[in-house]
């Protein structure tokens, strides 16, 4: 079984309402983070959680909220969908550590709002 | 300026060729770096972690220069199974902030 889960894989919606992605990891990691990623462009940071309970925005926080519901789950949601927030979406989950902590990565969400 | 800077290639190389891709990065407070490998339209992967000057695993070598703020990956015996998008991730420490580049993409062909 994958160590980081997302769901949907994929969604289709229209504008306006209001869907939730989940996601949910067995690594036992107290990090985890939501990413979009749009064509020709790099991953950008939604939102970060190093435990349940803290939460920061990222860089396009904007129209988007988040709920760590538990260590192992971290729920991104999209209060009223726009045409513009249509994007590749990955949750992602890292362990503290100095030069060497890395992200391990959901398998993504392809996200199509209308 | 970008946090990362990456050329989009594509690079077309055959099977067997020597590649190098280069990464430049603007923060100079950067202090590792790591490649990840993202194949189309699935989840980044890592391949490698730098934090002194460089590493090696097998067929793949990361170099860093932070004089000149850039790293570099260079993959020897390129495989079919290579193709694939290459992104840069210098990573800052204090923040835990990781700044993706938006790939270099290599196509390996027969």
């Known amino acids: 079984d994958a160590d980081v889960t997302q769901t949907p894989r994929n969604r289709i919606t229209k504008t306006g309402k209001r869907i939730m992605l989940e996601c949910s990891q067995t690594?036992?990691?107290?990090?985890m983070y939501w990413y979009r990623q749009d064509p020709g462009l790099g991953l950008r940071l939604i939102y970060y959680?190093?435990?349940?309970?803290?939460?920061n925005k990222g860089e396009i926080s904007d129209g988007y909220s988040v709920s760590r519901q538990a260590q192992a789950k971290f729920s991104l949601s999209l209060e009223s969908a726009i045409p513009n927030q249509t994007a590749l979406y990955f949750c992602?989950?890292?362990?503290?550590?100095?030069?060497?902590?890395?992200?391990?990565f959901g398998p993504g969400t392809r996200l199509l709002v209308l | 300026r970008k946090e990362v800077e990456q050329d989009p290639g594509p690079f077309n190389v055959p099977e067997g060729a020597t590649v190098a891709f280069n990464c430049t990065y603007s923060?100079?407070?950067?202090?590792?770096f790591f490649w990840y490998r993202q194949d189309c339209r699935k989840e980044p992967k890592l391949l490698m972690s730098?934090?002194?000057s460089g590493n090696e695993d097998g067929r793949f070598t990361a170099q860093l220069n932070r004089a000149s703020q850039y790293i570099s990956l260079l993959i020897r015996d390129s495989k079919l199974s290579d193709s694939a998008t290459y992104l840069c991730?210098?990573?800052?420490?204090?923040?835990?902030?990781?700044?993706f580049g938006s790939g270099t993409k290599l196509n390996v062909k027969p």
């Open positions: 992602a989950t890292s362990e503290p550590g100095e030069w060497y902590e890395t992200q391990y």
């Open positions: 690594k036992g990691h107290d990090r």
């Open positions: 959680s190093f435990d349940v309970k803290d939460i």
């Open positions: 923060n100079s407070a950067s202090q590792s």
């Open positions: 730098v934090y002194s």
């Open positions: 991730v210098p990573r800052l420490y204090n923040f835990n902030k990781f700044y």
